[in-house]
């Protein structure tokens, strides 16, 4: 005789999320359809942001005081510009349950262990982590409880982290659709430096320099975009503050990466001027192949 299964136990009591913008917000969504926390509870900057949240149905409640959302929440998910941690984090610490979990959503992972590794009280536990996962939206009507589906989530604790703290934070994304992948917090910053970060920077530049064209050309580039710039103004898109954040606190990293492409870059413009066409087809041999190992890897 079979019946309907059990339903899970949810992983969390309540899910305080400080910021309610476009990952935060997806959060709330896919823990509320899976039944992961019992309660979701938010901040945001402003009252607005706020009424938002409750009217679509996110959270139970909603403040613009970041330390009162968090007393009796047993998980704490900052999701905000990576600058704004250390504030926050000073900020809720006195009123932060003993046992709690602290996590993040941010694309740079040194900076937490910086700014908000040294204000948890003893007891609290930090467990870094970034969804790979994103569009160029932002707002609290902007998430969708499928966006973390099929994408990674890279956990970065330090040495020493409470195992069951971890490895709840694990399920939490597991739960949502992640693949969870651990990793060393300096080691994260230097890949997405180049997964992510390099290409944010240079889709900025290049449609900074289409605005800078004049007039008349301007109109045109717009007007005839293909899928290349296209693409690159979607990316560009993207939230100013938390991308001024990533590159401010990821900047070793950043700027090394920066290096090397210009480095390369400087090489392929000598064999466009000297006709080299076989170092150009063998890099772009090269990087279709690349191409091609993303799709097969489901990440396109």
């Keep these: 005789m079979t019946g309907t299964p059990a339903p899970t136990a949810p992983l969390f009591e309540r899910m305080a999320l400080v910021g309610i913008g476009l990952i935060g917000s997806s959060l709330a969504r896919a823990a509320r359809r899976h039944g ?37 929440a047993d998980l704490v998910v900052l999701c905000t510009p990576v600058g704004t941690y250390a504030d926050i984090a000073a900020a809720i610490a006195p009123r932060l349950r003993a046992g709690a979990v602290v996590t993040d959503v941010g694309s740079v992972k040194q900076a937490v262990l910086r700014d908000v590794g040294p204000h948890l009280p003893d007891g609290v536990h930090l467990v870094p982590g970034h969804p790979v996962a994103g569009t160029e939206h932002s707002g609290p009507e902007s998430g969708f409880a499928e966006l973390f589906e099929g994408r990674w989530c890279i956990l970065t604790p330090p040495a020493g982290t409470n195992a069951e703290a971890v490895r709840r934070v694990a399920e939490l994304w597991t739960r949502v659709g992640s693949n969870v992948e651990m990793m060393e917090a300096s080691h994260h910053d230097r890949v997405l430096a180049i997964t992510s970060h390099l290409p944010h920077l240079i889709a900025y530049t290049i449609v900074g320099t289409a605005t800078d064209l004049e007039a008349s050309t301007q109109s045109e580039v717009i007007k005839f975009s293909a899928g290349g710039f296209r693409d690159f103004t979607r990316i560009a898109a993207s939230d100013p503050e938390m991308w001024r954040d990533i590159f401010l606190n990821n900047r070793e990293a950043v700027l090394e990466i920066i290096q090397r492409f210009t480095e390369d870059l400087t090489m392929l413009q000598r064999a466009i001027r000297w006709g080299e066409g076989d170092v150009l087809e063998d890099l772009f041999t090269r990087t279709r192949a690349i191409r091609r190992g993303i799709i097969q890897a489901k990440q396109a």
């Design 36 to 72: 992961l926390v019992r309660e979701i509870v938010c901040s945001a900057r402003s009252q607005t942001t706020c009424d938002k949240a409750l009217e679509l149905g996110l959270v139970e409640r909603a403040s613009t005081d970041s330390a009162a959302i968090v007393e009796d």
